[in-house]
């Protein structure tokens, strides 16, 4: 009996440790696994996804802040009071660890709201296709305002931004093209802005379009034409003046009287706006002349009123 026992015991104590062993390995086994899991994750989370546009301009922060400073030295008594690094705070807010092709326009409201301001009526200037000539003209004579040189337009021209979902939250490599996807950042950014700009709009507006392009100067897809246009409010703006620029010595492609001026006065005229529209207008001509002097455009004095 005593030796019966015995067996009995030791098969009970070889039961006991064998499932020891096994719950040992079981656990062995799932923390490797565990392990291997998070690793796999992490690595994954280092790429940051891949776009076609250009990356997120580098030092970001130090543009933006360095813009809105530079702005306000300048330009506060017409501002009041601006919080610059609020304004780079709500910009962070709008795209860090997003996926950029999910933009809202409520993630940008808060930094529109604090860059803000009111502009004064017949100032303002739309442009399509113009990008360099309008600010070189806008530069030179202070006299109007694009969206470029309001606040918020100046702070974040020509650079760009967007998030990812790995860390750091910016990609600095590539975000979205406009092509890409609907909702990227500089999609939703300048549409919001320009809607902003154009509501803000009073009295005689201006635009600049460029009647060299073979494919017409007025577009309707164009931010201009598919935003601002439609954003104008006939209550406060009275008229829109069309200058219609050609590159000097360039194609005269499209004049006051084309095809796509005429598809544009339509829709204004439909919104009750009073139009005007001049080919060349001097002053911007002016400008283009600097660096074509003996182009026959640019002689001061034209045939019929230079001396014999
Ligand atoms: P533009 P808009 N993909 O010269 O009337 C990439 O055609 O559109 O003039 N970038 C784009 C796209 C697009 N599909 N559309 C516009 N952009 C950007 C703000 C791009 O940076 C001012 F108030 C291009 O250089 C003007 O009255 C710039 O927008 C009006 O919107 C201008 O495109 C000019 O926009």
Redesign the pocket.
């Given at each position: 009996m005593p030796s019966q026992r015995g067996s009995a015991r030791r098969r009970q104590r070889g039961v006991l440790l064998a499932g020891i062993a096994i719950l040992l390995l079981a656990l062995v086994l799932a923390a490797v696994l565990a392990s291997a899991l998070t690793r796999g994750k992490k690595e994954e989370s280092l790429e940051p996804l891949r776009w076609q546009g250009r990356g997120t301009t580098r030092n970001l922060r130090e543009i933006v802040l360095g813009r809105c400073y530079g702005y306000l030295a300048e330009r506060r008594a017409e501002l009041g009071d601006k919080d610059c690094l609020k304004i780079w705070e709500s910009l962070k807010d709008a795209f860090i660890h997003k996926n950029p092709c999910n933009a809202t326009t409520e993630d940008y409201q808060p930094l529109m709201k604090l860059a803000s301001h009111p502009i004064p009526c017949n100032k303002s200037l739309?442009?399509?296709?113009t990008?360099d000539l309008v600010h070189l003209y806008t530069k030179s004579s202070r006299r109007f305002l694009?969206?470029e040189d309001t606040f918020l337009g100046y702070m974040f021209d020509g650079i760009s931004w967007c998030g990812d979902p790995s860390a750091p939250g910016i990609n600095y490599e590539s975000c979205p093209?406009?092509?890409e996807c609907e909702g990227n950042p500089g999609s939703v950014f300048?549409k919001m802005a320009?809607k902003m700009?154009a509501e803000a709009a009073c009295g005689v507006v201006q635009v600049m379009l460029n009647g060299s392009i073979e494919t017409g100067a007025f577009r309707s897809s164009?931010?201009?034409?598919s935003v601002?246009i439609l954003n104008l409010n006939p209550d406060k703006v009275s008229e829109v003046q069309i200058w219609l620029m050609h590159d000097i010595g360039g194609p005269q492609s499209e004049s006051c009287s084309g095809y796509s001026i005429k598809k544009l006065k339509n829709i204004l005229e439909e919104r009750n706006f009073k139009i005007t529209c001049e080919d060349n207008y001097r002053p911007v001509q002016l400008l283009q002349c600097v660096h074509n002097p003996d182009h026959p455009d640019c002689s001061l004095c034209t045939n019929s009123t230079e001396a014999p």
């Open positions: 739309f442009w399509s296709k990008n694009t969206l093209k406009w092509s300048w320009s700009f164009s931010i201009f034409g601002e």
